[in-house]
């Protein structure tokens, strides 16, 4: 071997070498780049937060790809004064009526008790065109009970003659992903038990890679004589091991001071971590480390109710899950 | 006749005049004082005065006889925020949860739609037992779309078991007079055609010899092929002529330039000053000079629609009503 193949063996090293230090340099600078400008996963607007009865505050969350303006709403309790109030605290800076028609590409319905729909069936004479997804059994409901001439002009495009139309059900499916139209958002839906035999809905929503799941009201497995809190964490364990859940909302309707037997297919603080330990059986403690657990639904009925389900679930807080307490109108990014 | 007796015929004289004199006095001073110390015949305080999206405003009004604490609830659409803003105004001075328990002794609902019973039906787990009055159409539909285990528990005593019995149905006869319970006050109910062929309901409330009339949602009769405000008006005429009537709660949903096929059974200033017109044809122009007029239900989701509404029914006043644009949770009295 002469010096010139000598050379050209060192300069193949040597190139290399270059390429692996281009590479290393390139893949920190990209890390450091995606760390400083790459934004959420999720954009979620809370347009109502509480269970109970106050009529301007009742389950409603604003949801979308990344920082998109295109929102598919999670149950629509409270329309009108959500967005009103996000308005006022600058979270939208446009009007009431640009929100509600433009904004909100879709409605996902959990389950159809009225604290879950009223604000999408009051404000539809001035709403646009959209979807309403949902389960069977919930889209019956709607036909049945609300858009029916009856109780309210049937603004959907099935059910009580005429059908006006202006809302077009969509009919989720357990076992598939179904994409929100408008949206870059895909829903795939599971059976939750909400005082059996009443079900209800969680929808793992997906943004690319990212998840959020959203449970609506539902009762704890041991109450509820059902698996289907332990089935929906079985379906979601995977994404959390990987951490590609960025968030779980679920409701804590009622205080640890609840009876049992009056709790109408709710979760107490107690309750809810119990679930919440069961899927960290599935995934192991560490991966539930810091996940945003949004606490939903609770009933302000109750004196103080909110101060002390806090408190509660605090104090148990054993998987050290990161507690958020949604605001009215104050976006919160996952 | 000697002298004596010509005294005694004075004297009876003087004494004639004396007891008129005093009677004179005495009814001129009772008169004063009766002026002075007479409450009003009504207290009305509003919970929701809107019509159209707003969750936190919509149709519903206390009504108590007299100064009484006992109410009976005109319409359901806003229950506990009304209450809110009330406690707010310094119009009740206990909880919002005591209002609602104990100050509502009962509803009376003019038609099921959505926006004039939401606020009772999202109550109802917090609530006392009490009485919903209603024409049978009416209650038919709680029954049937509501209270039905499928968009909410069955708080009440009939429908779809178990009835929980919380609420008892009370259907009133448009040719009867029916008590309120728990109140000094009774109803009697008159059809209206709200969007033939869908119904709603007149309240004549009456206390003592006194009279409130409240007009669930209408539509004019000359658009609704009816003559179901005529009849009322009719009916009402004498109670109007002997100043009896105190007020007449009635909508003006949109404004003059709604077009007149896009109403859906609701009512403009000019449709609500015809229809005005026509009482007076029955009573008398004078009759009406100066009678409350409180205008309920218009719908805001026309841009400065309450502006705009007051100038045109303001403009068309020439019966000389006194026009009144209740506040939620500011008492007004008749």
């Not at 409901?141 to 309210?152: D, N, P, Q």
């Not at 969680?202 to 289907?228: C, M, Q």
Request: charge should be neutral.
């Amino acid at each position: 071997m002469d010096k010139k193949s000598n050379y050209r063996i060192i300069d193949s090293q040597f190139w290399l070498m270059k390429v692996l230090v281009y590479f290393l340099l390139a893949t920190l600078f990209s890390n450091l780049l995606f760390g400083q400008t790459t934004g959420p996963e999720f954009t979620v607007i809370p347009l109502g937060v509480l269970g109970g009865g106050d009529e301007s505050n009742l389950s409603s969350y604003m949801v979308a790809a990344g920082v998109s303006d295109n929102f598919v709403c999670l149950d629509a309790g409270t329309i009108r004064f959500g967005i009103r109030r996000a308005i006022e605290m600058g979270t939208f800076r446009t009007s009431e009526s640009s929100v509600m028609r433009e904004n909100i590409k879709g409605y996902l319905i959990s389950h159809p008790h009225l604290d879950h729909v009223a604000g999408l069936i009051i404000n539809s004479p001035d709403d646009t065109d959209k979807a309403i997804y949902g389960l069977p059994f919930c889209i019956d409901i709607l036909k049945e009970k609300y858009f029916t001439w009856k109780s309210w002009a049937n603004f959907a495009d099935q059910g009580d003659s005429p059908a006006l139309a202006k809302y077009h059900y969509v009919l989720l499916d357990s076992s598939l992903e179904t994409k929100i139209v408008g949206t870059d958002l895909y829903v795939r839906p599971f059976l939750l038990s909400h005082a059996s035999p009443n079900l209800s809905t969680a929808f793992l929503i997906r943004n690319n890679n990212s998840y959020l799941l959203y449970l609506g009201d539902t009762g704890a497995d041991s109450l509820e004589n059902s698996s289907r809190i332990m089935s929906l964490w079985k379906a979601v364990s995977p994404i959390v091991k990987l951490h590609a859940l960025k968030a779980i909302f679920v409701e804590s309707s009622f205080s640890d001071e609840q009876p049992l037997n009056r709790l109408f297919g709710h979760l107490t603080p107690s309750l809810l971590m119990n679930e919440l330990n069961q899927l960290a059986a599935f995934t192991g403690k560490n991966s539930l480390h810091n996940l945003p657990v949004v606490v939903t639904h609770i009933k302000p009925s109750e004196k103080d109710a909110v101060n002390k389900i806090k408190n509660e679930l605090a104090s148990k807080n054993s998987l050290e899950l990161k507690l958020v307490f949604p605001e009215q109108g104050i976006k919160i990014e996952f």
